[in-house]
């Protein structure tokens, strides 16, 4: 009876131990084989706000296609996603949803109780069928033949001297074509605020950009219209 009271308040103690890291909120759940092992969101901290449910892509729908995406960003001051920082760090079937959890993380919401720029927050997007019938489970599903590009590399661009002296913000968001082998080409300025102060770094930082190409009948193809935002802040 005393080495099971003991145990117990073994059990107790590390319960509470990792609860008091650093404040971070891990979230658990219970959910179909191909999400149930998702790692726990990390918000540091913050307390969510809004978490809009990102669109389920239509060809993991039609494939019967579920998973997770584990995001890591910044949350400014005021409780908003620095769109720049956000990066992919883990996702599970890769090249189906992290498009659709990157969208989403743009618009989250946190009450920032730090009042302080938090860093390397980290976000977990599922992707579950409402209809679980929907999947496909009375004969093994063939590899699709279809992948989606994925950002292979994160570029921070270069702020201009002359706006940093000047205390100038602002971004930019370019408009380009992703290679067969990754790269990048037809950069264009599609939106700039304010107008031509970060047009060139933002070239410049596109340049540098690099992609797994997307995949049709396992042979890379070219995406054309991809569309990717800066943003230049001043440390505050």
């Known amino acids: 009876m005393c080495n099971r009271l003991l145990v117990i308040m073994s059990a107790i103690l590390l319960t509470v131990a990792l609860a008091g890291c650093g404040g971070?909120?891990?979230e658990s759940f219970s959910g179909s084989p191909s999400t149930a092992n998702a790692p726990p969101s990390s918000?540091?901290?913050?307390?969510?706000?809004n978490a809009p449910q990102p669109v389920y892509p239509m060809q993991a729908?039609?494939?019967g296609v579920e998973g997770w995406v584990l995001l890591a960003f910044t949350v400014d001051e005021s409780g908003t996603v620095i769109p720049d920082t956000i990066d992919v760090i883990n996702q599970?079937?890769?090249?189906?949803?992290?498009?659709a959890a990157v969208n989403a993380a743009r618009r989250m919401n946190f009450d920032n109780i730090l009042n302080r720029m938090v860093r390397d927050v980290r976000y977990v997007f599922?992707?579950?069928l409402e209809n679980r019938e929907e999947l496909l489970v009375e004969t093994p599903r063939q590899e699709p033949s279809?992948?989606?590009?994925?950002?292979?590399s994160f570029v921070t661009p270069e702020y201009p001297e002359f706006?940093?002296?000047?205390?100038i913000e602002g971004h930019v968001v370019v408009q380009f074509t992703i290679t067969e082998s990754g790269g990048v080409r037809d950069v264009e300025v599609i939106e700039a605020n304010p107008p031509r102060v970060f047009d060139v770094a933002a070239r410049q930082a596109t340049a540098r950009l690099l992609f797994q190409p997307r995949l049709?009948?396992?042979?890379?193809?070219?995406?054309?219209?991809?569309?990717?935002?800066f943003d230049w802040n001043l440390p505050r």
């Open 24 to 26: 971070v909120v891990l």
């Open 126 to 128: 599922l992707f579950e």
């Open 92 to 99: 599970q079937p890769p090249g189906y949803f992290e498009r």
């Open 146 to 152: 279809f992948r989606e590009y994925l950002s292979a």
């Open 43 to 49: 918000t540091r901290g913050l307390i969510v706000l």
């Open 61 to 63: 729908r039609t494939l």
């Open 216 to 229: 049709v009948d396992n042979e890379p193809v070219a995406v054309e219209g991809v569309t990717h935002r």
């Open 163 to 167: 706006a940093r002296e000047q205390e």
